[in-house]
C-alpha cells in the first residue's frame, strides 16, 4: 500500500474475507481477528485495497463489535469480486475522514436553516457529519426521520456538535440489522 495519500503511521491490516449479499447490497464482514485491530467499535474511515484495486471507506459497525462495508458495483467489478468467493484485504487507518454523502432531506433542511447552524455544520469534523448522517438513516419509518431531521437542526441549533444517546457500535442500518443480515454467514 505504498500509494496511499493520508497514511496514519498505523500497520496495514492484512485478512481475506468473503463478500455476500444481502437484499441488493454486496457486503464484506470483516474477520473478528481484524476488526479487533481497529481503534473503534464504532465507525472506522479507511484505505486501502481488495484484491489489489484501491478503496476509501467508512467501516459500519455490525452490532456485535466488530465491522462490515458495503462493496459498490464498481470496485465489485474492477476487483473480481463474487460472493460466496473469498477476498484478499488490506486496510488502514485514514487520518482525515472523507465527506458522508448528505441525505437529501437533512441536506434541505440544512440549506435552509439560519446561517448560525450551516456554519456549525460546516466547523464541524467530517466524522461528526457521518455521525449526523448515521442518526438521521437509522430508521425507515418516515415520520421518525422527519423527526430526526427537525431534531438535528434544533440540537445543532443549541451548539451541538454531535447527536447524542445513540449506540455508536451499534449496526444502524435499517435493512441489515433488522433482519439479522449481519450474523455470520457461514
Same mark, same amino acid.
Given at each position: 500500500?505504498?500509494?496511499?495519500?493520508?497514511?496514519?503511521?498505523?500497520?496495514?491490516?492484512?485478512?481475506?474475507?468473503?463478500?455476500?449479499?444481502?437484499?441488493?447490497?454486496?457486503?464484506?464482514?470483516?474477520?473478528?481477528?481484524?476488526?479487533?485491530?481497529?481503534?473503534? %467499535?464504532?465507525?472506522?474511515?479507511?484505505?486501502?485495497?481488495?484484491?489489489?484495486?484501491?478503496?476509501?471507506?467508512?467501516?459500519?459497525?455490525?452490532?456485535?463489535?466488530?465491522?462490515?462495508?458495503?462493496?459498490?458495483?464498481?470496485?465489485?467489478?474492477?476487483?473480481?469480486?463474487?460472493?460466496?468467493?473469498?477476498?484478499?484485504?488490506?486496510?488502514?487507518?485514514?487520518?482525515?475522514?472523507?465527506?458522508?454523502?448528505?441525505?437529501?432531506?437533512?441536506?434541505?433542511?440544512?440549506?435552509?436553516?439560519?446561517?448560525?447552524?450551516?456554519?456549525?455544520?460546516?466547523?464541524?469534523?467530517?466524522?461528526?457529519?457521518?455521525?449526523?448522517? %448515521?442518526?438521521?438513516?437509522?430508521?425507515?419509518?418516515?415520520?421518525?426521520?422527519?423527526?430526526?431531521?427537525?431534531?438535528?437542526?434544533?440540537?445543532?441549533?443549541?451548539?451541538?456538535? %454531535?447527536?447524542?444517546?445513540?449506540?455508536?457500535?451499534?449496526?444502524?442500518?435499517?435493512?441489515?440489522?433488522?433482519?439479522?443480515?449481519?450474523?455470520?454467514?457461514?
Amino acid at each position: 500500500m505504498t500509494a496511499m495519500s493520508q497514511h496514519t503511521g498505523t500497520s496495514t491490516i492484512r485478512f481475506d474475507a468473503t463478500p455476500y449479499t444481502i437484499d441488493k447490497w454486496t457486503i464484506l464482514r470483516l474477520p473478528e481477528r481484524a476488526s479487533a485491530k481497529l481503534p473503534s %467499535r464504532g465507525q472506522v474511515a479507511v484505505q486501502g485495497a481488495i484484491n489489489g484495486h484501491a478503496f476509501q471507506t467508512v467501516l459500519e459497525p455490525d452490532g456485535y463489535f466488530g465491522h462490515w462495508m458495503r462493496i459498490d458495483r464498481k470496485l465489485q467489478r474492477t476487483a473480481g469480486l463474487n460472493t460466496g468467493a473469498a477476498a484478499t484485504l488490506e486496510i488502514e487507518l485514514l487520518k482525515a475522514w472523507p465527506e458522508p454523502t448528505v441525505p437529501q432531506d437533512l441536506e434541505t433542511a440544512l440549506a435552509a436553516a439560519p446561517q448560525k447552524i450551516q456554519t456549525l455544520w460546516n466547523g464541524i469534523t467530517p466524522m461528526a457529519r457521518w455521525e449526523w448522517v %448515521r442518526w438521521v438513516n437509522a430508521t425507515q419509518n418516515l415520520e421518525t426521520r422527519k423527526r430526526r431531521v427537525e431534531v438535528s437542526i434544533s440540537k445543532m441549533n443549541s451548539g451541538k456538535r %454531535r447527536p447524542c444517546c445513540f449506540n455508536l457500535a451499534a449496526c444502524t442500518d435499517p435493512n441489515l440489522s433488522k433482519n439479522g443480515g449481519l450474523i455470520d454467514p457461514v
